[in-house]
């Protein structure tokens, strides 16, 4: 095991200059590397031993990331990735439950950082029962010297703010772990005042395997109203429709959809209706043609049908730049002559104001467009307004480069 140790907790200490982002960035991939060993070492390595090194592997990476510049969140995953190992190398080596009952207050309420949550589910086939008890006795001694509760969301106010966010979820993982509907409502759902404690309570309630109750809560988050929160639920719902009860799955595409019309929400009902997409077809279309973005993406991602696409790009009067650039992409391959309009569109759009990066992308259009129109009527029209932009915007030196590096003469 001290080969073990040698190998894996060099990568992990800290070092001077992690306040460097490059150096955090580098210093977080071979922390990754050391967990790397200590997942692989499961298979061989001694129980005792090998929950001493991830313990000491835990107790250096926050170390590490209190002091270092993780704005990439390479550290944090790797902190992540040891806290999951920690609980399952603590059952097997049969650490005694008092010294991880200690260690998880003092990990939680006076930690190097509180940004980190460990959950008392994965620890509980180490704790056993009378570790979880003492756990949870613990814990009401430190609510019992908080005083009075602040109400829900008021919690960042108080001066003991850490402490209340970490009882709070350490009540609701708790409550998972006794299988308790009951009080999975009432810590996850609250107030149910917003739609992500109501998916909170499905998540939790799929856990314990009651399933009909998630999908019921699931769809509650999903309705609570039109926003993003609610966007989410609709996915995690007709996922677990999807999984679950497969038949009822159409009908929530529908309802998603014309609750968010989209491409994306179209997409998953064309993919979920089969032979029944024509049924729905015109209403899809009618719904999306208000965002013209919308539409057009979903004609020529999801119908794979860049003819329609091309028709409801001008019919709505499309302004996407971004999905012009994939349609003019696409229907090049139909009529390469008629996507050469646009491009001329696209190229003075992007030549409207002094960029570098515009620059570059407005000669890389006129090279295409060459290239579409070589051999046709239309070559000399497009060698003309190359020319005529040269002349235009003479006095932009970078763009001028542009387009000699474009070869566009």
Not at 168 to 187: G, Q, Y
Request: proline share 4%.
């Amino acid at each position: 095991m001290t080969e073990l140790a040698d190998a894996v907790l060099p990568l992990i200490r800290t070092r001077a200059d992690l306040h460097r982002r490059a150096a955090s960035n580098a210093h977080g991939r071979q922390m990754h590397d050391a967990v790397d060993l200590l997942e692989q070492a499961a298979a061989t390595e001694d129980p005792a031993g090998l929950y001493a090194v991830t313990h000491k592997a835990l107790t250096s990476a926050v170390k590490v990331i209190a002091r270092a510049d993780d704005s990439s969140g390479i550290i944090g995953d790797a902190c992540r990735r040891l806290l999951a190992l920690h609980p399952v190398h603590a059952a097997a080596a049969g650490v005694a439950p008092g010294r991880i009952v200690d260690w998880m207050i003092r990990f939680q309420f006076a930690g190097d950082v509180d940004y980190f949550e460990i959950d008392p589910v994965a620890y509980a086939p180490a704790l056993g029962e009378q570790g979880v008890a003492a756990y949870r006795d613990r814990l009401a001694e430190i609510r019992a010297g908080l005083g009075p509760e602040p109400a829900d969301g008021e919690w960042w106010r108080s001066e003991r703010s850490h402490e209340w966010f970490t009882l709070d979820h350490n009540a609701r993982r708790l409550a998972v772990l006794d299988r308790d509907v009951e009080e999975i409502v009432r810590t996850h759902a609250r107030d149910q005042r917003v739609a992500v404690w109501l998916q909170d309570t499905a998540e939790a309630l799929e856990e314990i395997g009651e399933i009909d109750l998630a999908v019921d809560w699931a769809r509650r988050a999903t309705e609570h109203d039109r926003g993003h929160q609610s966007l989410t639920a609709a996915r995690y719902w007709c996922g677990l429709l999807a999984a679950h009860r497969p038949d009822e799955l159409l009908e929530a595409r529908l309802q998603v959809f014309r609750t968010w019309p989209s491409a994306t929400s179209a997409g998953h009902l064309l993919a979920d209706a089969g032979a029944a997409w024509p049924g729905y077809r015109d209403e899809v279309l009618d719904l999306l043609a208000a965002d013209p973005r919308e539409a057009v993406l979903f004609a020529l991602l999801g119908l794979e049908d860049a003819r329609l696409a091309w028709n409801l790009a001008h019919k709505l009067e499309l302004r996407d730049v971004d999905a012009w650039d994939r349609l003019v992409e696409a229907y090049e391959r139909v009529d390469p002559r008629a996507v050469l309009p646009v491009q001329i569109e696209l190229v003075e759009a992007a030549l409207v104001q002094a960029d570098a990066q515009q620059y570059r992308l407005a000669a890389r259009r006129l090279k295409r467009m060459r290239t579409l129109a070589r051999g046709t009527d239309d070559a000399a029209a497009v060698d003309a307004f190359i020319a005529s932009l040269r002349v235009e915007h003479r006095r932009r030196p970078r763009f001028q480069q542009e387009l000699d590096r474009a070869g566009l003469a």
